[in-house]
């Protein structure tokens, strides 16, 4: 079945940097790449996701990379702010199958 | 605006119980899961369902079993809770077919002692 890594696991930056997340797959028939954001005491939500036909999407400070011949995707947020600190999922899906989710990064913005 | 509901925030149980966990949501989702998040293990699938009475294994439903007798409700049985069950529990929803967003609920933090 599908299998997800994602790296790194804790991540620092200044408020005002950038942070890059990334994640890779091993089912080359992943077609649907989303990404959850979950604040302390919250269920994760959804922040973006981008489909296999698409190499990058944006929106706002945010935005998604998609490798398919290498199978890895990225999140790229730009110009942290303290409220972007919380713990982010990305995860991957074949066809119509259950989402399989990487572990997680949990990011925090120093201010 | 999309609502899943779980009944507990906090739960605490003893070795050797049964234990139920709820879950609603308000949307008329097909699509119903139960996941446990644990510390560097990120969010893993334990059943899912598809439609009312139906019900499918997910990676780790060892001690788990589940009931989906109508839509909006999905239930999380642990037959007899273990320590090793101790853990964040979390319910979501979505529509049917691929690229639908996840909605979750809260969360359910069960400790069995």
């Known amino acids: 079945g599908e299998n997800v890594e994602q790296h790194p696991s804790t991540l620092s930056v200044q408020e005002g940097d950038s942070a890059v997340i990334k994640c890779t797959y091993s089912?080359?028939?992943?077609?649907?790449f989303p990404w959850y954001k979950q604040e302390l005491g919250k269920g994760p939500q959804l922040i973006i996701d981008?489909?296999?036909?698409?190499g990058e999407k944006k929106d706002q400070r945010i935005a998604v990379t998609l490798n398919k011949t290498a199978k890895h995707f990225s999140l790229h947020i730009t110009e942290t702010q303290p409220e972007d600190s919380a713990v982010y999922f990305c995860?991957?899906?074949?066809?119509?199958?259950?989402?399989?989710f990487g572990k997680g990064t949990r990011l925090s913005v120093i201010a | 605006d999309v609502k899943v509901t779980q009944s507990s925030r906090y739960l605490v149980k003893r070795t050797g119980e049964k234990v139920f966990l709820e879950c609603v949501q308000d949307?008329?989702?097909?699509?119903m899961f139960w996941y446990r998040q644990d510390p560097g293990l990120g969010l893993r699938l334990i059943y899912f369902s598809y439609d009312v009475k139906m019900k499918e294994k997910g990676d780790i439903p060892e001690g788990y079993s589940v009931s989906r007798e109508k839509k909006e409700r999905f239930s999380l049985i642990l037959e007899s809770a273990s320590t090793n069950q101790t853990s964040m529990y979390l319910c979501?929803?979505?529509?049917?077919?691929?690229?639908?967003?996840?909605?979750f609920g809260p969360g359910t933090r069960l400790t069995v002692l």
């Open positions: 979501a929803s979505n529509q049917g077919g691929w690229g639908n967003e996840q909605f």
């Open positions: 089912d080359s028939a992943s077609n649907y």
């Open positions: 949307m008329d989702h097909e699509n």
């Open positions: 995860a991957a899906r074949v066809g119509n199958t259950p989402l399989v």
């Open positions: 981008i489909r296999s036909n698409v």
